[in-house]
């Protein structure tokens, strides 16, 4: 497989001679980028391509100083150049120097590029044929430096808990020659919550993290060092990098991260969280990058996209995630099934905004926070267990609430689900209000004579008090007390047909708490009081 760096200022142009062949097909393999002459000269060091393909008019170092550069120390090096159709005398000086090729950017289409590739394929292996390549090759890796340690290295290095300052000084002593009177700042790009539309495949998201991380590189290498970490695990779509310079200033630093958030929105429309820490002055104060880095994660969690925050690098010194005395209601799972028993969606709501502002104020470790929001659903669901049957399976959403990004996001989450469980609930009771209310019409008309209130009816058919006396009123057209006193007033009406009966036998049997509401109900239902009742026979 043949190697190839591609070197352009314009992201959009790198990304598109990427995306536009298959590069492994026709044997090759795109293994850098760079926006300018001098990085790009750097990874050809490093790298050793067969093929640099190259832009001729560029910031730093153009594409004429690096393809001299090149042919110096390997005239067998194919470069191609990229131009515009106004820059023909540097075309006519890149020939001078050897160029293989150059594409016009206006017409680049995928056959020509393909066809070109082709081409250069075939060239490339009759060289690696001949002995005298061999030997320019030879020549070639005895002048390149080797880079001992990548980026990726040294940011590991740093994170690695078991390694010391001297570990971390050996690696960049390979970049950085005189560490003394270096200054230090952690930067951190988070493109998750950017990211959450799902057309961002894993793919698509890794090809346009390498791009943001290129312009990073580009604003951040022209006065001092750029170490960067792209998508350190596998839920991570974020960059992470240390910066070291000599005169390395947070306000110059946050005025950069600014502009580089401001061209990202530009090129790909993602609007970022941003954070930077400190500057430290000393090596020794990066051993810190693991636990400033967790914090960094964790307060993006509660950050909104477009924020930037500047993280003090002491915090393992204050403790991070630091609970505040702000108090959790330890029933609210039993208040939530309450209120979908009840069909409150814009109540419950209101519930779970306060509760997304508790979170926020306290910031707790945000993993902590996802497993508290994901076992108070669960808790909500094994209330609502006997209402839902088997359709409480459906609602296993425990694990889609861990891989949440952002509170927002779990919150609007838990928002949803309480809404298809009202409208879960809702339908069932549609089909069962019929079974509901005659069980209800039968525990009153059995428990009459005893101090019943509608909490106990809604306790035996098993729904709320609120939904009860709803669905009570709908389908009996009067409401529950009502219909409670007009089966002890007909009781009543029987009882005293008997002369011996007394009055206080009679409202105590029937289960009211006194003779005057007793006597005042009487009248209200039938017209009479009860002298004038008993004196009609």
């Not at 740093?158 to 700042?185: F, G, P, T, V, W």
């Not at 609602?395 to 809404?419: C, F, G, N, P, W």
């Not at 002369?499 to 009679?506: A, C, D, G, L, R």
Request: with cysteine; net charge negative.
């Amino acid at each position: 497989m043949y190697k190839v760096i591609i070197a352009d200022d314009e992201v959009l142009v790198r990304i598109g001679l990427k995306s536009m062949i298959d590069w492994a097909s026709i044997g090759f393999e795109i293994v850098g980028e760079a926006s300018n002459g001098l990085s790009a000269y750097e990874k050809y060091i490093a790298l050793k391509p067969d093929v640099v393909i190259t832009d001729i008019k560029m910031p730093q170092k153009d594409g004429l100083w690096l393809t001299t550069k090149i042919k110096e120390m390997n005239p067998q090096t194919e470069i191609i150049i990229l131009t515009c159709h106004d820059e023909f005398d540097y075309v006519r000086e890149a020939l001078k120097l050897h160029v293989s090729d150059y594409i016009l950017k206006a017409e680049m289409e995928e056959d020509e590029i393909h066809n070109l590739m082709q081409k250069k394929k075939e060239q490339l292996d009759l060289q690696y044929q001949s002995v005298e390549n061999t030997n320019a090759i030879s020549d070639q890796e005895d002048t390149i430096c080797e880079v001992k340690y990548s980026d990726d290295d040294i940011i590991s290095r740093m994170l690695e808990s078991k390694s010391s300052a001297e570990d971390i000084r050996e690696a960049l002593s390979q970049r950085e020659q005189n560490l003394q009177h270096k200054k230090y700042c952690f930067l951190f790009f988070d493109f998750s919550a950017a990211m959450i539309d799902p057309a961002y495949t894993d793919e698509k998201a890794e090809n346009v993290i390498k791009a943001c991380a290129e312009l990073i590189s580009n604003k951040f290498s022209e006065n001092g060092t750029l170490l960067q970490l792209m998508n350190r695990d596998a839920f991570t779509r974020s960059i992470f990098c240390c910066y070291i310079g000599d005169n390395a200033k947070e306000s110059l630093i946050e005025q950069s991260i600014a502009e580089v958030s401001s061209s990202i929105k530009q090129y790909f429309g993602l609007t970022i969280k941003t954070a930077n820490s400190k500057i430290m002055h000393h090596l020794e104060e990066t051993m810190v990058a693991s636990t400033w880095l967790q914090y960094a994660e964790n307060r993006m969690f509660y950050a909104e996209n477009g924020i930037h925050l500047t993280l003090d690098h002491h915090v393992i010194e204050t403790g991070i995630n630091a609970d505040s005395d702000t108090h959790l209601d330890k029933n609210l799972h039993k208040k939530m099934s309450s209120l979908i028993l009840e069909a409150d969606q814009e109540r419950a709501n209101l519930e779970i905004d306060s509760l997304a502002e508790v979170l926020q104020m306290r910031q707790k470790d945000a993993f902590a926070t996802k497993l508290y929001l994901a076992h108070l659903l669960n808790d909500v669901i094994a209330e609502l267990n006997v209402y839902l049957g088997d359709d409480s399976e459906r609602y296993d959403v425990q694990k889609d609430i861990l891989e949440t990004i952002e509170l927002s996001q779990a919150i609007r989450m838990m928002k949803r689900t309480i809404s298809q469980l009202i409208d879960t609930i809702v339908a069932q009771r549609i089909d069962n209000s019929e079974v509901i209310i005659r069980k209800a019409v039968h525990y009153i008309q059995s428990h009459f004579d005893k101090k019943i209130s509608l909490d106990d009816v809604a306790g035996h058919v098993g729904i709320s008090k609120y939904y009860l006396s709803t669905l009570f009123k709908k389908e009996m057209n009067v409401n529950f007390s009502v219909y409670l006193n007009q089966i002890r007033i007909e009781k009543a009406k029987e009882l005293l047909k008997n002369p011996n009966t007394t009055v206080t036998s009679i409202y105590t049997e029937l289960g009211f708490s006194d003779q005057q509401y007793f006597s005042r109900t009487f009248k209200k239902m039938t017209g009479m009081t009860i002298t004038e009742y008993r004196a009609q026979g």
